[in-house]
Nanobody, 125 residues
Framework: QVQLVESGGGLVQAGGSLRLSCAAS????????MGWFRQAPGKAREFVAA????????YYADSVKGRFTISRDNAKNTVYLRMNSLKPEDTAVYYC??????????????????WGQGTQVTVSS
């Protein structure tokens, strides 16, 4: 069983930055992908970014490309989401998740099986 714990959310002004963290524990996941998703009030959950743990290959949603960076720290079993140039439309609860299949740089939420509890990001205009 994998446990994922997000942290780092908060309130920031438009144009500001935040770094989210997702600490993972419970089993070996070095061949899997870790993803970040977000859900704004009244909207469906949407993909943000993913990283293949072993190769560091990454994939981003068009809406965050060039502003967000996903990375991972092997020693700390932690995945990060650096968010720059934040916009009010980035306001959402952000979740990290572990892919169901190995070697799958997935982007659909049903391709992920373990989820964290979420962390709130609020961007004021």
């Amino acid at each position: 069983q994998v446990q994922l714990v997000e942290s780092g959310g908060g309130l920031v002004q438009a144009g500001g930055s935040l770094r989210l963290s997702c600490a993972a524990s419970g089993r070996t996941f070095s061949t899997y992908a870790m993803g970040w998703f977000r859900q704004a009030p009244g909207k469906a959950r949407e993909f943000v970014a993913a990283i293949l743990w072993s190769t560091r290959s990454t994939y981003y949603a068009d809406s965050v490309k060039g502003r967000f960076t996903i990375s991972r720290d092997n020693a700390k079993n932690t995945v990060y989401l650096r968010m720059n140039s934040l916009k009010p439309e980035d306001t959402a609860v952000y979740y990290c998740a572990l892919s169901l299949k190995a070697w799958d740089l997935a982007s659909r939420d049903f391709d992920f099986g373990s989820w964290g509890q979420g962390t709130q990001v609020t961007v004021s205009s």
